[in-house]
């Protein structure tokens, strides 16, 4: 009778079968929902970097070319938007009648005051793989017409040279795509009153004179969604021994060949006349201690990198936004 | 008995008389001129005068003498014993017919004497047929010394045409063969649908096809062949035309029987072609154009002037270039813009082409950024 209610032994066997995958998808279940949980917590998590900038535009490749008078050779150096060059270039009939590049005041600067900045340039690649910052060819071929009236001519074996010179110092490895300008903040204090610059290689431009006066209007030659603006930090403090915080970096840092010919370079006198009247890059025995001791310098770009300062408060309004700098970047890994 | 004798001699003598006179007398035959040969059954029994005796009968003799018609001759027994046969020379035997050129053949042995019209000169009668293409057969006997005139009879579906023509003399020849037939006036007999030609030097060819309801005369007015004499000026000269031989200078007179085209020439002008015919006026003039030479000049000067592609250079600006035809010419020079002109004979005799210097694209720096820094 009792056996009635007894399962037998091969009833007992198909329930114990059916619990057990029942608990199995379960467990199944609960890790995949675990997984994707924390995939999505990821994706969210997309870290925004405070320290690096762009703005909302399309990919801008420039021409970068050096022309040079007659007269004496001095040197000036233009970035021409590659578009319009492109499109000149495209036309292949005969042309019997000039046509204008009209080039705005702040994209043509004396060769001196551009190796100023160059090492703060890292020229990345555009969408299509061409470089955003290309010597001209000798495709396009125009006359340059100064303000002056003084002749300049194209020198596109100089254009060739400088860029394949200057921007091999690239600190980081060669899979670098994006554009950067790596800028630093500094507050001087005049009769009791602070004044802000943002300092780019060589050159500290006073905020908000520079943007006013046109002084960083090379800059829009950058302007695009794949060039960013790196903030390596604030130079206002450092040790009073030093010449400024680099000389004090690259001294505590043991680049004391740097740090002295970064101090001759400063002590100099007349030397804005000086790099006005540069005409040649020589990198190797450079005017410029940031280009000539490459080494020294990206590595204090590192360090900077590393320590990853926010910048402070007036930065943003005095610099960046009036340029229109004004989105953080999203700091995601493979698009670097 | 005497008497009876007598009556049955003298009876006798009656019925017998004529036969004794008539059948013993003696035959002479004589000729004009003597010396004819006397044949008989081929064989030459002598010569006149000839004196023989015949009783009976009668006998056939031939006379043959050199230059003279052969005579035959029967000569009966009851005939007159003397014949003075006179001999006639041998003339000429004409034999005419219509149309002419006919074969005219012994029938003995087949030997063609001649074509018609034909003189002959015959010393006895012989048989001959008269044949010729298109026409019937005629046989006939001709006799020495006789003038005959046949008309032949044409053939089923052939015609007979006396063709004339003025002038007279013109060849005619089958169009389709080719060989000279006849000359007018002539009676022609061909089949019907036969086309001929009538050829007179210094006259255009005439034609005409027989047919059945063709005249049997039918007179062709032969038209002279017109002469032409082209003239130009002096010193120009005549081809045939589409690259002929050089044919003559100018003045050049010519036969012209059919349309012709001539090319005349002279250096520095435009040859020009003229075709002509016998309608054409006895006396041409042509008029020939000069081929103008067109100066190109280049502004500036020393542009290099060359075929289209630049595939034979033709020299440097200025330059005088012979525009014969419409032609493109390629001007180029450094530093300015190529020109493609097209001048043919109509342009100007001096071309002026203003070169444009090629253009540069202009980078105009609207300033040097004189920045606001300090040194760092």
């Known amino acids: 009778m009792i056996d009635k209610f007894i399962p037998s032994r091969d009833e007992q066997g198909i329930f114990e079968t059916f619990s057990d995958l029942a608990l199995c998808t379960l467990a199944i279940t609960l890790v995949m929902l675990s997984l994707l949980a924390t995939n999505i917590g990821q994706r969210i998590n997309i870290q925004i970097s405070e320290n690096q900038f762009n703005m909302d535009s399309a990919p801008l490749r420039s021409y970068f070319c050096i022309s040079e008078t007659l007269r004496d050779n001095s040197a000036l150096v233009h970035f021409l938007d590659a578009d319009v060059v492109d499109k000149l270039t495209a036309y292949k009939d005969t042309l019997t009648q000039s046509r204008i590049v009209t080039l705005p005041?702040?994209?043509?600067?004396?060769?001196?005051?551009?190796?100023?900045?160059?090492?703060?340039?890292?020229?990345?690649?555009?969408?299509?793989?061409?470089?955003?910052?290309?010597?001209?060819?000798?495709?396009?071929?125009?006359?340059?017409?100064?303000?002056?009236?003084?002749?300049?001519?194209?020198?596109?074996?100089?254009s060739q040279s400088a860029i394949k010179d200057l921007f091999p110092i690239r600190h980081l490895d060669?899979?670098?795509?994006?554009?950067?300008?790596?800028?630093?903040?500094?507050?001087?204090?005049?009769?009791g009153k602070e004044k802000y610059y943002v300092v780019i290689g060589h050159a500290a431009y006073p905020l908000p004179e520079a943007i006013e006066d046109g002084s960083l209007e090379w800059l829009r030659?950058?302007?695009s969604g794949t060039a960013d603006i790196y903030y390596l930090g604030d130079l206002t403090n450092y040790k009073n021994d030093y010449v400024n915080k680099r000389h004090q970096f690259f001294i505590e840092q043991g680049y004391i060949e740097c740090a002295m010919s970064y101090k001759d370079f400063k002590d100099q006198e007349n030397l804005k006349s000086k790099i006005n009247n540069i005409n040649n890059i020589f990198i190797n025995?450079?005017?410029?201690?940031?280009?000539?001791?490459?080494?020294?310098?990206?590595?204090?770009?590192n360090e900077q990198l590393i320590a990853d300062p926010d910048p402070p408060t007036w930065f943003y309004k005095e610099f960046l936004v009036p340029l229109g700098f004004d989105r953080m970047v999203m700091d995601i890994p493979e698009v670097k | 008995m005497k008497k009876f004798f007598k009556i049955i001699f003298v009876r006798l003598g009656v019925l017998f008389l004529p036969i004794i006179f008539s059948g013993c007398a003696s035959f002479e035959l004589e000729t004009f001129p003597e010396k004819a040969e006397i044949y008989e059954a081929e064989e030459k029994i002598g010569e006149t005068p000839y004196r023989f005796e015949q009783f009976s009968g009668e006998r056939k003799f031939t006379l043959k003498k050199s230059g003279y018609v052969e005579k035959e001759l029967t000569i009966s027994s009851l005939g007159e014993k003397d014949s003075n046969i006179k001999l006639e020379k041998v003339k000429k035997t004409t034999l005419n017919t219509v149309p002419t050129d006919v074969r005219v053949i012994r029938t003995r042995d087949s030997v063609e004497l001649g074509r018609t019209s034909l003189s002959l000169p015959l010393f006895k009668p012989e048989v001959v047929v008269l044949e010729k293409e298109g026409y019937k057969s005629y046989p006939l006997t001709l006799e020495p010394n006789q003038t005959y005139r046949i008309d032949m009879e044409p053939l089923e579906g052939f015609k007979s045409v006396y063709f004339l023509t003025t002038p007279s003399g013109a060849e005619i020849s089958d169009r389709s063969v080719g060989d000279i037939i006849?000359?007018?006036?002539?009676?022609?007999?061909?089949?019907?649908?036969?086309?001929?030609?009538?050829?007179?030097?210094?006259?255009?060819?005439?034609?005409?096809?027989?047919?059945?309801?063709?005249?049997?005369?039918?007179?062709?007015?032969?038209i002279p062949v017109p002469k032409v004499t082209i003239d130009s000026l002096f010193g120009a000269e005549i081809f045939g035309a589409a690259g002929g031989e050089k044919l003559g200078g100018v003045p050049y007179t010519e036969l012209i029987k059919e349309v012709r085209a001539f090319e005349i020439k002279k250096s520095g002008y435009y040859p020009k072609t003229v075709t002509v015919s016998p309608e054409s006026p006895s006396d041409i003039f042509v008029k020939l154009e000069p081929i103008p030479i067109k100066r190109i000049?280049?502004?500036?000067?020393?542009?290099?002037?060359?075929?289209?592609?630049?595939?034979?250079?033709?020299?440097?600006?200025?330059?005088n270039i012979l525009a014969g035809s419409e032609r493109l010419i390629e001007i180029s020079l450094d530093g300015y813009a190529k020109r493609v002109i097209g001048i043919g004979p109509d342009s100007p005799d001096e071309i002026t082409i203003e070169l444009q210097p090629l253009a540069k694209d202009r980078l105009v720096l609207e300033g040097i950024q004189n920045a606001t820094f300090e040194i760092y």
């Open chain 1, 105 to 158: 005041a702040g994209r043509t600067m004396t060769l001196g005051n551009f190796l100023l900045l160059a090492p703060a340039i890292v020229p990345g690649i555009d969408q299509n793989g061409l470089s955003t910052l290309s010597p001209l060819t000798d495709l396009w071929k125009a006359d340059v017409i100064s303000p002056q009236n003084e002749k300049f001519k194209i020198n596109l074996s100089a």
């Open chain 1, 174 to 191: 060669e899979s670098l795509k994006r554009s950067r300008i790596y800028i630093e903040s500094l507050v001087k204090e005049y009769a």
């Open chain 1, 221 to 223: 030659s950058f302007e």
């Open chain 1, 285 to 301: 025995d450079s005017f410029f201690p940031l280009i000539k001791h490459s080494d020294a310098w990206n590595n204090y770009i």
């Open chain 2, 182 to 222: 006849s000359k007018t006036p002539s009676l022609v007999s061909a089949q019907e649908g036969t086309e001929f030609e009538f050829n007179l030097k210094g006259y255009q060819p005439s034609f005409y096809m027989i047919n059945k309801r063709s005249p049997d005369r039918v007179f062709v007015e032969l």
């Open chain 2, 297 to 319: 000049v280049t502004s500036p000067e020393g542009a290099i002037v060359a075929r289209i592609g630049q595939n034979e250079v033709l020299g440097i600006a200025p330059i």
